[in-house]
């Protein structure tokens, strides 16, 4: 059985990598969780390819005190999240404690 | 039940503020999170709240470390140089270069 | 203790240092993000063949 893999995502510019990795992995059968947060959470609502990424991966949330740190609504929910994904820093804790594997980009 | 080891490092001033509430995040989480603040970039004062996270981190066996004499005295910051820092990175079972480096 | 790091722009030299003292002595492996296009099927499995993957700046 594939390991499963958690990302936590602080730059903005490697959107590009959060997929193709999400994608490589999502191919291999590993269950995928991705967390946004600070200046990342830009992504959720400026990367036309964000709604696919919570299509493919298994979980995809974002902390919604950096959305509205960056100037966002917390009312205006990205497309491909519900309200329960604009999650808070506990999504990192479970990834560091419930994945086998960690990346951070 | 063996703990989570973190140690953020941070290199760019938004970065830092960020970088600091999410170690406290963690520790709360009942892991052993750590900052530091490398060489760049020159951090601003910390405000009420700031000082408070760092105060709530420490109380929680964390700590933020700076690799410059000048961000350690501006905010309480345990110093540590970049030898000391890769010997500590040895011993976490998490290592996280936050963020970006500002260009 | 199997570390892979992995590099999203090219290391300067405090990254160099930390990169070598935290794999001193053990067995470790390196990816480069920063090409155009990076085989991410290959990352995953080093990533999945890793005890720690540490993605640097």
Not at chain 3, 15 to 21: D, G
Request: proline share 3%.
């Amino acid at each position: 059985m594939s390991k499963s893999l958690g990302i936590f995502v602080t730059n903005p510019d490697q959107f590009k990598h959060v997929m193709g990795i999400t994608k490589a992995a999502k191919a291999k059968g590993s269950n995928v969780k991705v967390f946004f947060s600070w200046d990342a959470t830009h992504n959720a609502k400026k990367e036309a390819g964000f709604p696919e990424l919570c299509k493919i991966a298994d979980d995809v949330s974002i902390c919604v005190d950096s959305y509205k740190n960056m100037g966002y609504d917390i009312d205006d929910i990205p497309e491909g999240l519900e309200t329960k994904k604009m999650a808070t820093q506990a999504q990192h804790g479970i990834i560091i404690e419930d994945f086998d594997c960690y990346l951070s980009l | 039940m063996e703990y989570k080891k973190v140690c953020l490092m941070y290199r760019d001033q938004s970065c830092t503020v960020d970088g600091i509430r999410s170690a406290l995040g963690l520790a709360v989480e009942n892991m052993y999170a750590y900052g530091v603040v490398m060489d760049e970039p020159k951090m601003e004062k910390f405000n009420e709240l700031q000082a408070e996270s760092l105060e709530m981190l420490r109380d929680m066996e964390g700590d933020v470390f700076a690799t410059t004499k000048e961000n350690c005295e501006l905010n309480d910051l345990e110093p540590i140089t970049i030898e000391e820092l890769g010997e500590k990175l040895r011993d976490m079972t998490h290592i996280i270069p936050y963020g970006i480096i500002k260009a | 203790m199997k570390i892979l790091n992995v590099y999203r722009s090219a290391p300067d030299d405090t990254t160099k240092k930390l990169v070598e003292i935290v794999s001193r002595d053990r067995d470790a492996d390196s990816f480069d993000l920063n090409v155009e296009s990076p085989d991410y099927e290959s990352l995953v499995d080093k990533i999945f063949d890793a005890d720690q993957t540490i993605c640097w700046w």
